[in-house]
């Protein structure tokens, strides 16, 4: 439960520099829970970690590389390993010191509603009778998410118009679309009926965060993926057109076909299995659903050159091939040794290149299912790829902050974009690879000539203005 972001242990979800500072939650009364029954994980213990902690420790995000939305991830520790949890023993973990706000650093970050002293207790109670797994089968527990703090607003989306005329960006639960060239802000896309957890209207377009985004290469429709749906967005009005539900987890990639007739959704609960479903435009019918495909969250997905298949990347290390409509598998290729971020083809058919955990592309022999070659990319996380148009060249982004442009043929790096200070989670092209844009946990959206790779526009959410030169 995009991806094992290493920011740095248990760090708090930094935001932009634009953020409203707000005074921090000290430390959680402590009290004495007296209950005859053992606490229960799946009952207990995780709806407290769904409500507290998993936009920053679960789905796209994994803080310090620590995964709360599993249990295998929480016993495994994230950054300083099992001393995060260790069980029988609450006055030893992290984790406990944390959340009750005694440890550095406090958790939730600032900003948001610290753990109640009976959910703390709880907490605490879980620990000290050995943090048990949970007991086998049982029914899941119902999954209720909150809109994400104002001053949480990482950047995990974004998209190139085809016609290179606007930027989309995902920040938090907005949406926000600029003119690619003069970076104006253009508008925000609502979904009109959506409401808070208080049942008041809530001008966003997911009520979580926005975590996958994609244009229609006919220009028509742009598509939003949040948690366990997607938004179809018209492009020309902003209006939206199309709400689809009913997914396992968060949404974390989509993609359309070449001739825009089709729609691809990947995502999946964390070590559960992977989700892959595709729809038609227009109808919004789905025609695909794989089952069993993948053995965890699948982070990329991509259509073949001839709209006849898709490819996808997932946490379990794999990228695999499916025949579309059928979903018949068609090959896999294995090589990573870490998590596989994302997925890209060339416009002959021929490559397919993969972007993965382990700080490497592998470029792929589709015919032969060999691996051509390993690019060691970036110094953290490749954390998206994209092919730029007919070209065998495709656009790279990831943890170091760098987004960088490369030949599949040869593995050459062609060009680097600087700028980025934080980590980087999205990437967006035009299809003549001369508009790039990138986004990430610092909020702001870079736009860059991709032809010269100089930085042109730096996009603010509405209504902020640039940070006074020094």
Same mark, same amino acid.
């Given at each position: ?338 998590? &596989?971020?994302?997925? %890209?083809?060339?416009? /002959? !058919?021929?490559?397919? $290149? +993969?972007? =993965?955990? *382990?700080?490497? #592309?592998? @470029? ?59 980590? &980087?989670?999205?990437? %967006?092209?035009?299809? /003549? !690879?001369?508009?790039? $844009? +990138?986004? =990430?946990? *610092?909020?702001? #959206?870079? @736009? ?23």
């Amino acid at each position: 439960m995009r991806v094992l972001f290493t920011v740095g242990l248990l760090m708090t979800l930094p935001v932009a520099a634009f953020a409203q500072e707000k005074k921090e939650a000290g430390p959680v009364k402590v009290i004495e829970l007296k209950r005859p029954e053992p606490v229960v994980y799946e009952k207990d213990i995780e709806p407290i970690f769904y409500k507290r902690c998993v936009t920053c420790h679960s789905g796209s995000v994994k803080e310090s590389n620590f995964d709360i939305g599993a249990y295998e991830g929480l016993i495994k520790g994230g950054k300083r390993g099992p001393k995060v949890l260790v069980p029988g023993k609450s006055a030893d973990s992290l984790l406990y010191g944390v959340m009750s706000r005694n440890e550095k650093p406090r958790m939730p970050p600032k900003g948001e509603e610290p753990v109640t002293p009976e959910e703390l207790a709880l907490v605490k109670l879980w620990i000290d009778q050995g943090a048990k797994a949970p007991s086998g089968l049982r029914a899941k527990p119902k999954v209720i998410v909150s809109a994400p703090p104002a001053n949480v607003n990482p950047v995990r989306a974004l998209a190139v118009s085809p016609d290179k005329s606007t930027v989309a960006a995902g920040r938090g639960n907005q949406i926000h679309v600029y003119d690619a060239g003069s970076g104006t802000y253009i508008r925000s896309l609502v979904d009109p009926a959506l409401k808070g957890l208080d049942g008041k209207d809530l001008k966003a377009a997911h009520l979580s965060i926005v975590e996958s985004m994609a244009y229609s290469p006919d220009g028509k429709y742009l598509v939003s993926g949040g948690f366990q749906e997607v938004v179809l967005w018209d492009i020309q009005t902003g209006q939206l057109r199309q709400k689809l539900s009913g997914f396992a987890h968060a949404v974390v990639a989509v993609a359309f076909s070449l001739d825009s007739k089709l729609f691809a959704v990947a995502g999946g609960e964390p070590t559960v299995e992977g989700e892959i479903k595709v729809f038609e435009v227009g109808s919004w019918n789905k025609i695909t659903d794989v089952k069993n495909g993948h053995s965890d969250t699948v982070y990329g997905i991509c259509f073949s050159p001839d709209n006849k298949m898709i490819a996808t990347a997932s946490a379990d290390k794999f990228i695999k091939v499916w025949e579309i409509p059928s979903g018949k598998f068609v090959k896999s290729f294995e090589g990573h040794t870490h998590h &596989v971020l994302d997925v %890209g083809w060339t416009s /002959d !058919g021929k490559l397919l $290149a +993969s972007a =993965g955990g *382990d700080n490497t #592309v592998k @470029v792929w022999d589709f015919e032969k299912g060999e691996q051509a070659r390993t690019i060691n990319a970036h110094g953290k996380q490749v954390t998206r790829l994209s092919f730029i148009g007919k070209k065998a060249e495709f656009v790279t982004c990831g943890g170091d902050g760098q987004v960088k442009f490369f030949n599949a043929q040869n593995g050459g790096n062609i060009r680097n974009f600087s700028g980025g200070a934080d980590f &980087v989670y999205a990437i %967006g092209v035009s299809p /003549d !690879g001369t508009v790039v $844009a +990138s986004g =990430g946990q *610092d909020g702001v #959206v870079r @736009v860059f000539n991709g032809a010269t790779g100089a930085l042109t526009r730096e996009l603010l959410p509405p209504g902020v203005a640039p940070p006074a030169k020094k």
